[in-house]
């Protein structure tokens, strides 16, 4: 494929040094029209942890990402997919 954009690589060192299950981390990138969006996969035990109180980090990791795809001519977008029961 290529290089990973700085802004993938920045999203998956935050997630891993959050988890409690960081090999369980995997961010997928889709890159349509409306620009990048990468999906969040991550054990369910980090769920809580990753969405934080309120969604405040969630959020948070939603701004920065956001900050860093614009300083790389990207428009970039954060799901965090949470697996079924």
């Known amino acids: 494929m290529g290089e990973t ?4 690589e920045f999203l998956e060192n935050i997630l891993k ?3 409690n299950h960081p ?8 890159v349509d ?7 969040i996969k991550v054990n369910q035990e980090d769920l809580g942890v ?3 109180r309120r969604g405040n980090t969630i959020q948070a990791i939603r701004t920065l990402v956001k ?3 614009l300083k ?3 428009r970039v977008n ?3 997919e949470q697996p079924s029961r």
């Open 33 to 39: 029209e409306m620009g990048v969006l990468l999906v």
């Open 67 to 69: 900050i860093i795809g």
């Open 23 to 30: 090999e369980d981390v995997k961010v997928e990138k889709k």
């Open 5 to 8: 954009p700085v802004y993938q």
């Open 17 to 19: 040094s959050l988890t």
């Open 50 to 52: 990753v969405i934080g």
């Open 72 to 74: 790389n001519r990207a």
């Open 78 to 80: 954060i799901k965090l």
